[in-house]
């Protein structure tokens, strides 16, 4: 007894520690009375994984979360059914989704009914799993418990880039059902065990289309568990796996067509969306852009770019994987610019300069007369 105690003694410090108040006093929450809010500069250093908790008494329904935007949608990551009863608290750990809604919105407490006496930011976790964390926490899991999602918590995904739904549970086991479903009539199943594969701690579902369109567009999310014959335990975790970024690579005649780093492009940071190579080419080489998932730019046959006396040389090579490069680009997707090495500078030319170019090449034009990049007269 002494060393629970001593134990218990000790968490209860460390929680002291890096708790931070948020709001203390009492305030009665009813759909009639309105909730409590709790403005935004109070989040300002929230990070994710950390855990709101609320202190109530009388309570005798449900809690929500909700961000205070002028829809007042549901804090990301929060359950659709989350009952408090008598006296106690409620935790509420906090995905980056909610992170981003709290500091940007603030927050409201509302329920059918209960008296609201301190809300605390608490450390909760380390860290979230690597991926798009939907919600994350403890549930409990027993005899077909269901863990009720808000779209909230998913609705600003990508799902096009999403290769996987994984359940991260504490049972280390696979041998419990699971069920995912939007709604509880004929139909409304989406997936189950038997489409998941195990991974260490989490099960996990791979997404063809259909589940991928089903999820997204989903109202809601109602992951049904049942311990089975085994012991009931902790759910901890659902993430969107995400697809990698893929790389891509410069390819044709002067590298026989094959993956090299060695031209491999890097982000334009001046450009959203788009990449770049500074490579050197030669009059003749036929050059396209493919990916490491093997996508080509543009895709088909008898579509290289031939690289032309005037953009032989040192150059800088634009890439746009949505083809959106506009005029002037091969297909849309990638563009071939000479740098030009000037020296002007060392020239002594008087007088106002205009740069041109004139058969792919540059000129500087001054006094009437046109000299090349190094400064040498034209005639």
């Known amino acids: ?21 948020i709001w203390t006093g009492s305030k009665h929450v009813s759909w009639a009375d309105g909730g409590l809010q709790i403005a935004a500069d109070q989040f300002t250093n929230a990070q994710p994984g950390q855990k709101i908790v609320l202190h109530f008494t009388g309570a005798s329904d449900g809690v929500e979360f909700k961000v205070m935007n002028e829809h007042f949608d549901h804090l990301a990551g929060s359950r659709e059914s989350a009952w408090i009863n008598g006296d106690g608290t409620f935790e509420q ?32 976790k380390a860290e979230l799993k690597e991926g798009y964390t939907v919600w994350t926490g403890f549930f409990w899991a027993d005899e077909w418990s269901t863990l009720e999602l808000y779209r909230d918590g998913y609705s600003n995904v990508d799902f096009s880039k999403v290769s996987a739904l994984r359940i991260y549970s504490e049972a280390g086991r696979s041998d419990f059902v699971i069920n995912i479903k939007e709604y509880w009539e ?7 065990q038997n489409a998941m594969t195990a991974g260490e701690g989490y099960m996990e579902l791979p997404l063809t289309d259909e589940l991928r369109n089903r999820l997204a567009n989903a109202g809601h999310w109602m992951i049904q568990f049942n311990k089975e014959a085994g012991s009931p335990f902790n759910v901890t975790d659902i993430v969107l796996v ?19 780093e060695a031209y491999q492009f890097a982000v334009n940071p001046a450009a959203e969306g788009e990449y770049m190579l500074t490579t050197t080419l030669t009059e003749g080489d036929e050059i396209k852009v493919t990916s490491s998932k093997n996508a080509w730019y543009p895709d088909g046959m008898d579509n290289n770019y031939v690289i032309d006396a005037a953009h032989a040389g040192d150059v800088n090579v634009y890439f746009r994987p949505d083809g959106q490069g506009g005029e002037g680009w091969h297909y849309g997707f990638f563009y071939v610019e000479v740098i030009v090495k000037q020296a002007v500078e060392n020239t002594a030319i008087e007088g106002k300069a205009v740069k041109s170019f004139r058969n792919g090449m540059l000129v500087i034009e001054k006094n009437g007369k046109i000299y090349n990049a190094l400064g040498t007269e034209l005639k």
């Open 186 to 192: 004929e139909g409304g199943q989406i997936a189950d």
């Open 93 to 124: 750990f906090l995905t980056q989704a909610a992170v981003d809604g709290l500091k940007a919105h603030g927050l409201e407490i509302i329920g059918a009914n209960f008296t609201a006496t301190q809300v605390e930011l608490l450390d909760g």
């Open 1 to 21: 007894m002494k060393k629970i105690s001593l134990i218990a003694l000790f968490t209860a410090l460390v929680m002291n520690v890096n708790a931070t108040d």
């Open 242 to 260: 995400m697809e990698s970024e893929p790389e891509y690579y410069l390819v044709g005649s002067m590298n026989g067509w094959t993956i090299n």
